[in-house]
């Protein structure tokens, strides 16, 4: 640990429209029992005493977040959504970087996981601190994998060395803001954070998470958080 505090920043790309949802709304504004999903991954966030403040970065036409219950809260800033998923984490950056130390780390949690446990955030938390090295919450997989082409197999594919990547993702300001522009400078497209760091050559740790951080991408996955998030308040580790 260095000799100044660390802060941690949390970083929620919340620009996207959730196409495969088919809503006549985005995603993150869908009801989640008696939230909306963007709200209720705010809630969770929210509850982590270690994250300094939470920018929410969304498209610069949105109406809805004003209708936000976190619209107004003093712990949450807005920045403008990107085309993509890391353009938007750059704008993120940009926002708080003129606050932040180069000492600090980014935490980037998708919009559309509300089931993520608070346990599950400190452990990612503690464990990169302790190492001094980024890393992302995973889980591993237990299903046969087939490599396909022309909806063929062509391997299967050994399922130890195969984990599912699921967020919060957290590096340093810097590394995080430098990797995500050498992969706009290469054309690359990166699904996460930690795609843009493994092309700095930096490594990434995997601090298991709980498979129940799913990302709602279609109506059926809506239910199914619905699911988990009451189990989950039954329990008292979230």
């Known amino acids: 640990m260095h000799g100044k505090v660390e802060k941690i920043w949390c970083i929620v790309p919340a620009a996207g429209i959730g196409s495969r949802m088919q809503a006549a709304i985005p995603k993150q504004y869908l009801k989640l029992n008696a939230s909306t999903i963007l709200d209720a991954t705010l809630a969770r966030l929210l509850s982590c005493d270690e994250l300094s403040e939470i920018v929410v970065c969304i498209q610069a036409n949105d109406d809805l977040w004003q209708q936000s219950v976190y619209a107004t809260d003093e712990r949450i800033t807005v920045a403008d959504g990107g ?81 599912r990547a699921l967020t919060p993702q957290l590096f340093k300001l810097e590394a995080l803001e430098a990797a995500l522009l050498l992969a706009r400078d290469r054309a690359s497209t990166v699904t996460d954070e930690a795609s843009a760091i493994e092309m700095l050559k930096q490594p990434v740790q995997l601090i298991e998470g709980h498979p129940d951080n799913i990302k709602i991408t279609s109506p059926s996955d809506l239910n199914l958080a619905r699911f988990y998030r009451e189990q989950q308040e039954k329990e008292v580790c979230v």
């Open 83 to 163: 085309e993509e998923r890391a353009d938007s984490v750059l704008n993120g950056i940009r926002l708080i970087k003129h606050r932040a130390s180069s000492n600090d780390w980014v935490l980037v949690h998708d919009a559309a996981r509300p089931c993520v446990r608070r346990s599950d955030i400190s452990a990612l938390i503690q464990a990169v601190l302790k190492q001094q090295i980024g890393g992302i919450l995973a889980a591993p997989i237990h299903d046969t994998i087939k490599k396909v082409k022309d909806h063929l197999t062509v391997e299967t594919l050994d399922r130890s060395s195969v984990w």
